[in-house]
């Protein structure tokens, strides 16, 4: 049985840093493909950033380009999530998600889509004051 887990979270004021990080039992021998998102209250659920668990090419929503970071740690089933210069915007409730199938040369559409995703984390609040 997969299980993801996740670490981190909190409050913290605009501009400053957060760092997430998630852990993914069974991880397979190609890796498994793991993506962050988002849902704010009232809005969709978004994808915000993804690591091929193939290629280890990562893909990134536009609103966090050059401000957010996504990163596999030494054991491959664990990944990070650096979020710097936080926007109020940015509040919303967290979730790590993996899957283990093989996409290829999908593009970012699919990397971060909802639907693409099997095994979740439990998911953890984010909020950034102004």
């Known amino acids: 049985e997969v299980h993801v887990v996740q670490f981190g979270g909190g409050s913290e004021q605009a501009g400053k840093s957060l760092t997430l990080s998630c852990k993914v039992s069974?991880?397979?021998?190609?890796?498994?493909?793991i993506g962050w998102f988002r849902q704010a209250s009232g809005q969709e659920r978004e994808g915000v950033a993804s690591?091929?668990?193939?290629?280890?090419?990562?893909y990134y929503t536009e609103s966090v380009k050059g401000r957010f970071t996504i990163s596999r740690g030494d054991a491959k089933n664990t990944v990070f999530l650096q979020m710097n210069n936080l926007k109020p915007e940015d509040t919303a409730f967290y979730y790590c998600a993996a899957d283990a199938t093989y996409r290829g040369s999908a593009g970012a559409n699919t990397y971060l889509s909802p639907r693409a995703y099997a095994y979740w984390g439990q998911g953890t609040q984010v909020t950034v004051s102004p």
């Open positions: 690591i091929s668990g193939s290629s280890g090419l990562s």
């Open positions: 069974g991880y397979g021998f190609d890796g498994y493909t």
